[in-house]
C-alpha cells in the first residue's frame, strides 16, 4: 500500500490492516476529500479487540518505540551514580525499569486514563536528579572514573553508588505523592489555566539543551562511531520513512503473500543503534579498534562488558526496597516537584492526542484528573523499586497509533505485558549495557536535538511577531542555561547560612528546565498581554474542533469490571473529581461529559510535541 499523507501529519498505514474501521475526529468547517477519508480510518478503535496475534505483534512494536527513551535514562543516571564501569548493576536497573514500565502501563490502561497510552521513564525527572547528583556531597569519588580501580563487588563501592540511589528514590516518592494528590483531587485543571506555550516552550526545550554535556562525552569516545550513528538514524527517519520493506504476510483471502511494512519510519532509532553496534563488533573482532585503555577509541570497542552477559542472571525479581531504606531530603524533593510538575503538563497533551488518534472523544475531566493521578501512583512505585526516575506517558507510542492505525487499548494491554516480562528476563537487561558508549552519544545527538526542538515547536501558538513574546521566550532561555551553567562553576557561591535552604537552591538553580518554565511562567502570567497573543485561544481552538463523538465518552472512560454501576448508586460519587458523574438517562446508568482542562498542544496538523524521544522523529 503506497504511503499517503494523513490530515494529523502522521505518514499512513506502516502495517496493512484489515478489520472494522472507525472514523478519526475530524473538523467539520473543512469536507475531507476522499483521500483524507481513507486516511481518516481506523482499523481498530480504543474500545475493539484486535486478534491475539495482532495485539503481541503491535505490542511489540510498541516496546520497540519506547527502548530509546527507556533504555537511555538509567545509562544517564548511570554517569551520576558513579556506574559507568559497572555493567551488571547497568543492566539490573534496565531490567527494573521495564518491569515498572509494565506495570504502570498496565495501571494506567484499566484505572488510568483507559487510553491505549505507554507509560515509560521520564526525561523531565532526569533534569532534576543528575542535578541533585552534581551536588558537592554527592559528587563521584575520582576512583569510580577509573575502570581499573573500580571492583564492583566491594561494600564500598555499593555504598557509593547506593546511597545516591536512596537519595534519589526518597525525593521521587515524596514528589509523586503531590502528583497523586493533584490528579485525584482535580487540581490539575488549576494549574492548567495558568500554563501557556511560552510557560511549556522553554521548559521542554530547556530539557534536551541541558543534557548537551551528557551527550558531548558520550560521543567524543569516538566522533567517527557517533557520527555514524547520528546518521543512520536520520537516514533511516527522515530520509527513508516512506520507503516500504515487503514482509511477508498470509489471510484468508490472499493466502501467503507480501505486505508493505514501513518499518524505517517506525523503528528509525533502533535500527541505526543496532546498524552502528553491529559494525563495532566487527571492527573489535578485527582489532582495529584499539585494544589499548589509554588510546582514543578504546571506549568504542563492544567486547568492555563482555562478562555482564555470562554473569547476568536468567531471571531476576526486581523487588520495591533492593537498594535498602530511601532517604530524603528537602534539596531532592523540591527539585523532583519541578519535574513532576512539567511531567503532569506533558502528559495532558499526550491524553488529547492519544484520544484523537484512538478514535476516542476527548477525555473529560474525570477521566484527565484520574490518569494523572495513575501517573503519580507509577512514579511512586518507580521510587520504590528503586528506577532513579519516574514514569509518564509516551509521545512517540502516541504518534505510532496514527501510524498503525490500530487504536485498541488491547494492544497497549500487550505492551504493558511483554515489559514486565523483559523486565524479569535479565539477560535483557545485560544486552543493552554492552552497547558502546559513542553509539549511546550518536543516539543522544539525535534524542536531545528532538526534545529541543519538540518545546519550541509550542510557540506556533504564540503570536511570535509580538515583541513581548519574544522577549519572555528569549530571557526565559537565556536565563535557563546561563544560571545553572555560573552555578556549577561556582557552587560555592550560595551561602545563607541554612544548610537546607542552600542546598534547595543549589538543585533548583542548577536545573535548567526549572530556571527557564520559572521565568517563563512569571513573566507571561505578569506581562500585560491578549490571550491571543501569548497563544491561549489558539491552543484551546485546537482541541475545540476536535469535539466529535466517535464513541460514547462513557465506553471509553468510565471504570471496568461494573465498578461504575456501583458508584452510580451513590449520588455523592459525582462530587469525587475523579468519578464520572452520574447521568441518569444514560444506557448504563453512568455516563461522562467529555470536558476537557486546557490541553498542552493541537492534534489536527502535525505529531504530539510533547517530548519526543526514542522512535518518534
Not at 519572555?472 to 560555592?492: D, E
Amino acid at each position: 500500500m503506497a504511503p499517503e499523507k494523513e490530515s494529523n501529519g502522521l505518514d499512513n498505514y506502516t502495517f496493512a490492516l484489515e478489520g472494522r474501521f472507525c472514523d478519526l475526529p475530524d473538523n467539520e468547517k473543512e469536507p475531507a476529500s476522499s483521500t483524507d477519508e481513507c486516511s481518516n480510518k481506523l482499523a481498530y478503535c480504543v474500545t475493539d479487540v484486535p486478534p491475539w496475534y495482532l495485539c503481541i505483534i503491535l505490542g511489540i512494536q510498541h516496546c520497540l518505540t519506547a527502548f530509546g527513551g527507556i533504555i537511555a535514562i538509567p545509562l544517564i543516571l548511570s554517569q551520576g551514580l558513579c556506574l559507568q564501569h559497572d555493567g551488571l548493576t547497568q543492566s539490573h536497573l534496565i531490567s527494573t525499569i521495564f518491569l515498572v514500565s509494565g506495570v504502570c502501563t498496565l495501571l494506567q490502561v484499566v484505572f488510568g486514563i483507559r487510553l491505549p497510552i505507554l507509560q515509560g521513564g521520564t526525561f523531565t525527572l532526569l533534569a532534576p536528579s543528575m542535578a541533585l547528583l552534581s551536588m558537592p556531597e554527592w559528587t563521584c569519588p575520582a576512583w569510580t572514573q577509573n575502570a581499573s580501580l573500580v571492583n564492583t563487588s566491594s561494600t564500598h563501592f555499593i555504598e557509593v553508588w547506593q546511597s545516591r540511589m536512596r537519595a534519589l528514590q526518597g525525593s521521587i516518592i515524596v514528589g509523586s505523592v503531590f502528583q497523586v494528590l493533584v490528579g485525584f483531587s482535580g487540581l490539575i485543571g488549576l494549574f492548567m489555566r495558568f500554563i501557556g506555550p511560552l510557560t511549556i516552550a522553554p521548559t521542554i526545550s530547556l530539557i534536551g539543551l541541558s543534557l548537551f554535556d551528557s551527550a558531548g562525552s558520550s560521543a567524543g569516545n569516538h566522533w567517527g562511531i557517533s557520527a555514524m550513528t547520528t546518521a543512520l538514524i536520520i537516514l533511516f527517519s527522515q530520509y527513508l520513512r516512506h520507503i516500504p520493506v515487503p514482509f511477508p504476510a498470509y489471510n484468508k483471502d490472499k493466502r501467503l503473500h507480501t505486505s508493505p511494512v514501513y518499518v524505517f519510519q517506525i523503528l528509525p532509532v533502533l535500527l541505526g543503534i543496532t546498524l552502528s553496534w553491529t559494525i563495532c563488533y566487527i571492527l573489535t573482532v578485527y582489532n582495529v579498534l584499539p585494544a589499548e585503555p589509554d588510546k582514543y577509541g578504546y571506549l568504542a570497542r563492544t567486547d568492555l562488558k563482555g562478562d555482564v552477559m555470562s554473569q547476568a542472571p536468567w531471571l531476576v525479581f526486581p523487588y520495591p526496597g533492593q537498594w535498602g531504606r530511601p532517604t530524603v531530603s528537602l534539596a531532592g524533593v523540591i527539585g523532583i516537584l519541578a519535574g513532576v510538575i512539567s511531567s503532569m503538563i506533558e502528559s495532558v497533551g499526550d491524553y488529547h492526542a492519544c484520544a484523537r488518534l484512538s478514535g476516542a472523544p476527548p477525555p473529560p475531566k474525570h477521566a484527565i484528573n484520574r490518569g494523572i493521578g495513575i501517573e503519580g501512583i507509577g512514579c511512586l512505585l518507580a521510587g520504590a523499586w528503586g528506577t532513579g526516575n519516574g514514569t509518564t506517558s509516551y509521545s512517540e507510542n502516541v504518534g505510532a497509533l496514527g501510524i498503525t492505525k490500530v487504536g485498541s487499548r488491547m494492544v497497549i494491554v500487550a505492551s504493558g505485558v511483554l515489559m514486565v516480562v523483559m523486565g524479569i528476563f535479565g539477560k535483557v537487561g545485560a544486552i543493552f549495557t554492552t552497547i558502546p558508549s559513542p553509539v549511546i552519544g550518536g543516539m543522544f545527538m539525535v534524542m536531545f536535538g528532538v526534545i529541543s526542538a519538540a518545546g519550541v515547536s509550542n510557540l506556533q501558538y504564540a503570536d511570535m511577531n509580538s515583541s513581548r513574546n519574544i522577549f519572555i521566550f528569549g530571557f526565559s532561555m537565556f536565563t535557563g542555561l546561563v544560571i545553572p551553567n555560573w552555578i556549577l562553576k561556582n557552587s560555592k557561591a550560595i551561602s545563607t547560612g541554612v544548610v537546607e535552604l542552600d542546598q534547595v537552591l543549589q538543585v533548583l538553580l542548577t536545573t535548567s528546565m526549572f530556571v527557564g518554565g520559572f521565568f517563563g511562567f512569571i513573566l507571561d502570567n505578569t506581562v500585560p498581554g491578549s490571550k491571543h497573543e501569548r497563544g491561549i485561544l489558539a491552543w484551546n481552538k485546537a482541541h475545540e474542533d476536535d469535539s466529535s463523538n466517535t464513541l460514547e465518552s462513557g465506553k471509553v472512560y468510565s471504570l471496568p469490571f461494573g465498578i461504575n454501576s456501583h458508584l452510580c448508586s451513590s449520588s455523592w460519587f459525582r462530587y469525587i473529581p475523579f468519578c464520572p458523574p452520574t447521568m441518569p438517562n444514560s444506557s448504563d446508568g453512568c455516563g461522562a461529559v467529555a470536558n476537557s482542562v486546557e490541553p498542552k498542544q493541537p492534534l489536527g496538523q502535525q505529531e504530539p510535541a510533547q517530548v519526543i524521544t526514542g522512535a518518534g522523529l
